[in-house]
């Protein structure tokens, strides 16, 4: 069995285990449960949405607190991962509307962000003549987002798709754009 | 768009396919029978590859530690205590205006018994008055023994507090109703 269908069926059980424990009511197992399941992807789509690890770290708090607070009110209209991420995704794009002016005054001219650069860490390539962090940045934020997330989640069509909650169609399309145009970023620079 | 570029188009998300492993084994020796004769697409495929490589190995798979889910319960055990907090608070203000209400209202109870006794009172006093003065019960006794009904020796003071208690409950009920 591969790792995606692999983490399907776990996400299918997890999906089902919450349900139930929010049927009986018992929101804090649910809570307790989906949690785990949710952390790191929530994490993911947050880090790849706000691109600084630290501020991804806080909104990703916020956003399983919203989760929290409302979790009683969810009957399964939609799937938990959908719901889930579809939280994270209005978390992040508020706090985006919120912070944005005030990141571009404190931006660098040339638009490099260290915190990018530092998603690319341990293995840096010393000969390279434009890190992947900066090479990210000049990519549209829809091509940095699906690029970043799909690397982040183990190049995951399927897991990528449903985090941002686009179709996997638009998922291929947004990354074979944006690797076009990485590798012309990178012809330019050198 | 010259014919290179069309050329270019046309393969890229069929190179990037077989790069995600996202192609059926027909197309991958399709793809790769025209990598091994095409110049343009084996320098893009190479690029690609070592883009994919450098991508692969410098954006990792963060995740987060236990700690954040410490965080996040200690968050949680906060918000809830603080809801606890905020809801026993409003039960101990309904509470009170409950019973702030309930003590008006006695208070209203009393005023009205009072005002609609006094009334009664009155009444029964004005009516026995009138009764004596006019000799109505001594025609309305007449008139129940004319007709053949059994005498109340009380019938005149029965019908005066009849009179009076309505009159009585009708004065309580308009200060309850005009003033409460």
């Known amino acids: 069995m591969s790792q995606v269908a692999i983490t399907q069926a776990a996400g299918a059980d997890t999906e089902t285990a919450v349900l139930e424990r929010l049927g009986a009511g018992q929101y804090r197992e649910a809570f307790a449960l989906l949690l785990p399941h949710y952390r790191d992807r929530v994490f993911r789509l947050c880090l790849s949405m706000l691109q600084q690890r630290a501020w991804a ?3 990703c708090q916020d956003v399983f607190l919203r989760i929290w607070r409302a979790l009683p ?13 579809a939280i994270s995704r209005n978390a992040c794009l508020s706090e985006l509307r919120k912070r944005r002016p005030l990141v571009s005054i404190d931006d660098d001219e040339d638009g490099y962000h260290p915190e990018v650069a530092a998603l690319a860490i341990e293995d840096a390539d010393d000969s390279a003549t434009v890190s992947v962090g900066q090479m990210l940045e000049q990519l549209p934020e829809r091509y940095r987002q699906a690029v970043t997330l799909f690397y982040m989640e183990d190049k995951s069509y399927e897991q990528t798709a449903a985090s941002l909650g686009l179709p996997l169609g638009t998922v291929k399309a947004l990354l074979h754009r944006a690797r076009k145009k990485l590798i012309a970023i990178a012809e330019q620079a050198a | 768009m010259d014919e290179l570029e069309q050329h270019d188009c046309a393969w890229n998300d069929r190179l990037q396919d077989l790069l995600d492993a996202d192609v059926r084994s027909t197309e991958r020796a399709e793809i790769e029978s025209h990598i091994a004769t095409c110049p343009r697409c084996r320098l893009q495929y190479a690029k690609l590859k070592r883009l994919d490589a450098k991508l692969s190995a410098q954006i990792g798979a963060p995740r987060l530690d236990a700690a954040f889910d410490r965080q996040v319960f200690a968050k949680i055990n906060a918000l809830d205590a603080r809801r606890r907090e905020h809801a026993q608070r409003q039960a101990e203000r309904e509470l009170t205006e409950n019973l702030q209400a309930l003590a008006r209202a006695r208070r209203w109870g009393v005023v009205c018994l009072v005002s609609g006794v006094v009334a009664a009172v009155a009444t029964i006093y004005a009516i026995m008055t009138w ?28 019908f005066s507090f009849l009179i009076a208690a309505a009159i009585g409950g009708g004065v309580a009920k308009w200060i309850a109703d005009t003033v409460g």
Do not use: K, M
């Not at chain 1, 009110?73 to 991420?85: C, P």
């Open chain 1, 57 to 59: 770290e806080d909104v």
């Open chain 1, 73 to 85: 009110g969810f009957a399964g209209q939609s799937s938990l991962s959908t719901w889930v991420y």
């Open chain 2, 131 to 158: 009764s004596e003065n006019v000799d109505a019960a001594g025609q309305l006794f007449s008139f129940v023994t004319a007709i053949g009904l059994p005498q109340a020796g009380s019938l005149h003071t029965f």
